[in-house]
């Protein structure tokens, strides 16, 4: 039975992958951060919380990956863990070079020490290009990061390269675009606005705050991604790709649909903020995942149509099932919404 290590594993795609993984018959080890409230929601949501076992870890602490990896034997690393939110990344730009940037290398240090045949899967971003010089972006594309997170990832993808020149590891990068679903942070601008939509549908909220409305994103479903960072690591040869849908839409466009969706006209309801403003933004992405369709012959399944659609109707059924007195396992309940982040925020 071959054995996974995700870092990560209580994120978006951590939660994702390890479902695969397990559904694959991987024993799936997960690294999770100690905090005061646990979050476990997106696993138990997975039903696969009762099939992983988790392993407390910190990826700007050595010792506590040290521990991880020794603790798991993996076959594969798929380091998914990350400061990944790209406005925070402004606020606390040397903390997001720990995690995003620095911890790569320790965990390349640790399988180059360790076990140089464990196989390493890196998250990198389409936020590497930043201020893209040519639409679509490919692998040949230049990266001009954007922010402090994209250059901590532009660290991390650099030394993944050079590991696997340098010291022979199997060790790859995917430079997955936007990845989307029901399970994505409330902080993300499609899930804030999903989240948002199902709130206004069931009269719990009025308005809703965003930033920069005509910056353009190439938004993929996150379930159908996480098949991508397994086949990467089934591959004869490591290497960099692309995964994207090629499609780009802006953030208008996205919230004009999930408000029709949900029948409702988002010029009523959507006002801007300069609290959701960045101090500079990514204003276009489109990606070309050719390399990644000839290699393992994955293209993408589910629209920009459905996968807004999916994300609105889930959370309006979320608001329903809560308001008529259901429990499951979900973020938003507890979340702060809009207005308050709005006037509290100093
Ligand atoms: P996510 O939902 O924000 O999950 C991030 C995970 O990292 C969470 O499990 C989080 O733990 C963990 N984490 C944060 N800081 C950590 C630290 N210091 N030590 C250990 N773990 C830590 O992100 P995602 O959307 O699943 O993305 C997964 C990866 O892909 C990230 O590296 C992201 O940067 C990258 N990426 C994402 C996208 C996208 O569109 N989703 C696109 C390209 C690349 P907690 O649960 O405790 O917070
Ligand atoms: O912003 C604009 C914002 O925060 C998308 C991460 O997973 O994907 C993600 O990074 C766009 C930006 O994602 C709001 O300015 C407008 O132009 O959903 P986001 P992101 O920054 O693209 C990449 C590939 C990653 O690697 C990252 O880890 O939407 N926007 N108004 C807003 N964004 C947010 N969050 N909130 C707003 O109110």
Known sequence: MKKALITGITGQDGSYLARLLVDKGYEVYGTYRRASTPNFWRLQYLDVLGEVKLI???LADMSSLLEAVSAAEPDEIYNLAAQSYVSASFDQPLLTTEID?????????IIRHLNAKIKFYQASTSELYGKVVESPQNEESRFWPNSPYASAKLL???NTRVYREAYGLFASNG???????????????????????ARIKVGLQEKL???????????GYAKEYVEVMWALL???EADDFVCATGVTRSVREFTQLAFE???LNYEDHVATHQLFMRPQDVELLQGDCTKLKQAIGWSPQTTFEELVRLMVEEDIRRWQDHQSGK????????????????????
């Open 56 to 58: 407390p870890a910190d």
């Open 101 to 109: 940037g620095t911890g790569a290398v320790r965990l390349l240090e």
């Open 156 to 158: 991390s993808f650099h």
């Open 175 to 197: 430079i997955l675009f936007n990845h989307e679903s029901p399970l994505r942070g409330l902080e993300f601008v499609t899930r804030k606005i999903t989240n948002a939509v």
């Open 209 to 219: 705050y965003l930033g920069n409305l005509e910056a353009k994103r190439d938004w």
């Open 234 to 236: 089934q591959q004869e």
């Open 261 to 263: 969706i949900a029948g």
């Open 327 to 346: 429990t499951f396992p979900w973020d938003a309940f507890n979340y702060a919404d809009d207005m308050t982040l709005v006037q509290r925020h100093v």
